[in-house]
């Protein structure tokens, strides 16, 4: 167990629908970053806050938008959902931002569109 | 631009024996961070081990080493007496030093132990 929870697990949805996945970073990390991984793919870097404010962009579609509360957890929208955005989504939370800090993965938000 | 190449798609190993993952990079920065992550089934991403692109010395976690070769930008995991729990994907990844974010991975490589 890292740690990080992410709700829910699953999330099956139709195309059009907008949904929120949300993230709890592990206690006393200020870093979370969002991860979408499509069948077999490797992790594509979507976005990055730290402690409140948006720290770096990946490829990130702008149907989609994130945000970290002042308790530090984390909720990414997803909007106008494809049949393509079905992927699994990872949160991942580290104690500071740079590339040196370990990241913590959660158990990932399986996302069906149909 | 930086890149992440793994060019095993899928790798097999006898139980007991030794398999070595391939990776290789293309950074022009000099500092920077290597990473390995094993994903197995429960899809769950754990951190097999890290390197330091200013240390020469190779990493190793128990049974997992790195052959890390700054020069040729080159990164590879070796897992000596492979065991069934090693199954699972395996994703290098690249990050730039303190301070800039940029977190890369690779496309993986699915790993099959024989018993």
């Known amino acids: 167990d890292s740690g990080v929870t992410q709700t829910p697990k699953h999330l099956i949805t139709a195309t059009g629908q907008r949904v929120t996945l949300r993230c709890s970073p592990r206690?006393?990390?200020?870093?979370v970053y969002w991860y979408q991984q499509s069948l077999d793919q490797g992790l594509q870097f979507l976005i990055q806050y730290y402690n409140g404010e948006e720290r770096a962009k990946g490829n990130i579609l702008e149907r989609f938008s994130a945000q970290q509360f002042p308790d530090l957890h984390s909720e990414l929208n997803l909007s106008s959902l494809e049949l393509g955005d079905s992927a699994l989504y990872f949160c991942?939370?580290?104690?500071?931002?740079?590339?040196?800090?370990?990241?913590?993965f959660g158990p990932g938000t399986r996302l069906t569109v149909t | 631009a930086q890149t992440v190449t793994q060019s095993q798609p899928e790798m097999s190993v006898q139980e007991a024996e030794t398999v070595t993952l391939s990776c290789t990079y293309d950074t022009s920065e000099s500092d920077y961070y290597l990473f390995w992550y094993k994903q197995p089934p429960s899809r769950q991403m754990i951190l097999v081990i890290r390197q330091e692109a200013y240390k020469q010395q190779n990493a190793t976690e128990n049974r997992f080493s790195v052959n890390f070769q700054k020069a040729a930008k080159s990164f590879s995991l070796k897992i000596s007496d492979s065991q069934l729990g090693d199954a699972a994907m395996y994703f290098c990844?690249?990050?730039?030093?303190?301070?800039?974010?940029?977190?890369?991975f690779g496309t993986g490589t699915r790993l099959k132990v024989l018993a």
């Open positions: 206690s006393g990390d200020l870093s």
């Open positions: 991942a939370s580290s104690v500071d931002t740079g590339g040196n800090y370990e990241q913590y």
């Open positions: 990844a690249y990050s730039l030093a303190p301070g800039t974010y940029k977190y890369i």
